[in-house]
């Protein structure tokens, strides 16, 4: 069964603090994406990847094909970075639709 | 424009009545996917549309949703005498398909509130 699922479900943290969401998969996917999703319901993509590691100013994101993990991690984080993240894939034997993980709420108290 | 657009931003009807959801992709991309979110819960995909080919329709929940795509433009879903449990904000997203898998870039969504 293709399967995503992210941990923790909900992450309060204080400004500054180094934040790890982590998000694991069932079988081989073509590709992982980390998206972004604000209370007004808008979707941001964050970072697409199939292997390795990819920055972008505070945000990085890693994965691991054989154990089947990624991590995305903020680095400094701040108040703005509230909101819910959500890892999803692309299974290899899908029609490259996106599964969804179930989302991490995350808050970043000043 | 730049981006997938969706149109109208806000939805709200009666039980009963029908709606239909429009979703504009970005020029060029072939493939187009539409989502919902209900309340406290994750995405759903629904139906997936590429080029000239038959659409995806495994995740319609029921047959009283449809969709349909005009060649690779817009597409419009179609959700028939609406249930509350229909109220749910509806993705749309699209992407380049050349025989593997391209990014998807999501539209602003519909929030559909259903009385």
């Known amino acids: 069964k293709n399967e995503v699922e992210q941990s923790p479900q909900n992450l309060t943290a204080q400004e500054g603090e180094f934040i790890t969401i982590n998000c694991s998969y069932s079988?081989?996917?073509?590709?992982l994406h980390w998206l972004q999703q604000h209370p007004g319901g808008g979707i941001v993509s964050l970072f697409m990847?199939?292997?390795?590691?990819k920055k972008h100013g505070r945000l990085i994101a890693t994965i691991n094909i054989q154990e089947k993990h990624s991590s995305l991690h903020i680095t400094a984080s701040h108040p703005r970075d509230s909101a819910v993240y959500i890892c999803?894939?692309?299974?290899?034997?899908?029609?490259?639709?996106?599964?969804w993980g179930a989302g991490t709420k995350l808050i970043i108290k000043p | 424009g730049a981006g997938v657009s969706q149109s109208p931003s806000n939805k709200v009807t009666e039980k009963g009545k029908d709606v239909e959801l429009r979703c504009d992709p970005i020029?060029?991309?072939?493939?187009l996917y539409w989502y919902r979110q209900r309340l406290g819960q994750g995405l759903e995909f629904l139906i997936y549309?590429?080029?000239?080919?038959?659409?995806?329709k495994s995740g319609l929940p029921s047959d009283r949703f449809s969709a349909e795509r005009t060649g690779e433009s817009v597409s419009t879903l179609t959700i028939q005498r609406t249930q509350q449990e229909d109220s749910a904000v509806y993705l749309c997203?699209?992407?380049?398909?050349?025989?593997?898998?391209?990014?998807?870039?999501f539209g602003p969504g519909t929030r559909l509130t259903v009385l």
């Open positions: 990847l199939s292997s390795g590691k």
């Open positions: 079988v081989g996917i073509s590709a």
């Open positions: 997203a699209s992407s380049v398909r050349s025989g593997s898998y391209n990014e998807q870039f």
């Open positions: 549309f590429q080029g000239n080919s038959a659409p995806d």
């Open positions: 020029s060029g991309h072939t493939a």
């Open positions: 999803a894939v692309v299974f290899m034997d899908s029609n490259y639709q996106l599964i």
